[in-house]
């Protein structure tokens, strides 16, 4: 009976060799969604979390995507009041005055018109100024929200990864007390020695220790992945969430060359110093506008009316009008070379945001030669522990099959488990190891990859 229940107990092992999972693909949409009724239908729906889960529930509503957010609308709002200064302006005044002189009042109405013709240095050019802030402002935004998704997603893997081995803990730990209930029968009936007896019962407190550290560590991080997520997934002591991912080696490596021209296409750092030399070009002419003239349009109409008063023969009553409108011709002559040095700086500016993409450019090449190299050593590593994973898992069906018919001892069965169980550890670790260069790679491409290697968009 014994004997049966720990060949039970090793079956649960054998099965626990990775599956082939389809692969799910992380894409991330405008996040547009409320942030605390995604986490509230998170919570309620399901028992588990995905990756994308998460990476969507930790860049929806952050403090720092917030506040790019706000910076974003106030670039927004200066480009909109920028445009509004190419409008016509209008004004109307209105008086009224009593004295001594004009005992019956003295009225007076004017309103005036003028409009912007000619002005390098007027409002088109802050509305480019202003333009060029607002697509700065939805880049940092996106720039944000990658950063928080890396984030996540190393904090996931390294969550799952440490959930995955509390999981084979367990069945160690399982396997470690069947062994030692048999082997106290052993030992009961004279078969094994006090000293061997004894290191069985260790070999179990030990598992059960080494379960009790991972539990806890497992539970720290979901605690930071909650905090970072805000969807509860523990309540300190357990875990309330089950991680849910499902790790693929299905990986088609490109050249080199495609990841770095990926890279250079979509990394965010080399968008911004486009828009900042495109920013520090439209500065050096609204300097230089300054000193041109600049011409505007303007109109005025006045209307001033008396009322005549019969105890005052000498007042009488009078309305007067009058309008003129013309081209008004401003132009600054001398500045004291403020806009000449104003247009050099902004003329320099430019040059070094030309340098400073090309500085970029070339660290962006070397990371991404070294994230791929990298990516091929630990793609290799992975598939080897996967081979090696397999074939003690092979290894150890054959041993429990031959110890059913009685032709392999309990101590040689236990070898081959704890084999298997360190052929486990190794492989989650390699295969992490392996998502992680992979999820570096994709993030220094600009996100421009799917799970399977793949640019998306691609059939």
């Known amino acids: 009976m014994r004997k049966s229940l720990f060949l039970c107990a090793l079956s649960i092992i054998c099965c626990s060799s990775l599956k082939n999972e389809p692969v799910t693909i992380i894409t991330l949409s405008p996040l547009e969604a409320d942030s605390a009724l995604l986490v509230q239908q998170m919570e309620k729906e399901a028992q588990s979390l995905t990756l994308s889960q998460a990476i969507i529930a930790a860049t929806t509503e952050h403090p720092t995507i917030k506040a790019a957010k706000l910076t974003h609308e106030i670039a927004q709002l200066a480009e909109k009041s920028a445009w509004a200064g190419f409008l016509p302006t209008i004004g109307l005044t209105s008086s009224a005055v009593a004295s001594k002189a004009t005992p019956t009042g003295q009225f007076a109405t004017t309103l005036s018109a003028s409009q912007n013709l000619i002005n390098l240095a007027g409002p088109k050019t802050r509305a480019k100024q202003a333009g060029i802030d607002t697509k700065i402002a939805q880049t940092q935004i996106s720039a944000a929200q990658q950063e928080k998704r890396a984030a996540v997603e190393a904090l996931f893997l390294n969550t799952w990864l440490k959930q995955e081995e509390y999981a084979v803990l367990k069945k160690e730990l399982a396997f470690s007390q069947e062994n030692q209930k048999i082997n106290q029968e052993k030992y009961e009936a004279g078969l094994l020695s006090l000293p061997e007896y004894q290191k069985t019962i260790a070999d179990a407190c030990a598992t059960e220790m080494k379960c009790t550290i991972h539990n806890n560590q497992l539970i720290s991080l979901l605690a930071e992945l909650e905090e970072m997520t805000g969807i509860f997934l523990t309540d300190g002591s357990d875990a309330k969430m089950h991680l849910e991912w499902n790790p693929n080696l299905t990986f088609q490596l490109d050249s080199v060359d495609t990841y770095i021209s990926l890279a250079l296409k979509n990394r965010l750092e080399l968008e911004i110093h486009k828009l900042n030399y495109k920013r520090t070009r439209i500065d050096e002419r609204f300097a230089l506008g300054k000193t041109f003239p600049s011409l505007s349009a303007v109109g005025q109409y006045s209307y001033d009316y008396q009322p005549g008063n019969p105890d005052y023969r000498s007042y009488s009553s009078y309305t007067k009008t009058n309008f003129f409108g013309g081209l008004q011709l401003s132009w600054n002559l001398f500045d004291g070379t ?105 993030a220094g491409c600009g996100y421009a990859l799917d799970l399977s290697g793949n640019t998306f968009g691609e059939k």
């Open 338 to 442: 403020l806009s000449k040095i104003e247009a050099e700086t902004a003329r320099i500016k430019a040059l070094k945001s030309t340098t400073d993409k090309e500085i970029t450019q070339k660290k962006i090449e070397k990371e991404i030669k070294q994230l791929y190299n990298s990516l091929k050593v630990s793609h290799q590593q992975a598939a080897v522990s996967l081979a090696q994973l397999r074939a003690s898992t092979s290894t150890l069906q054959s041993s429990q099959d031959a110890c059913t018919v009685g032709s392999m001892t309990t101590t040689t069965l236990l070898g081959s488990a704890t084999h298997q169980l360190k052929a486990q550890f190794e492989h989650l670790t390699h295969l992490v190891q392996f998502q992680r260069q992979f999820f570096a790679l994709n």
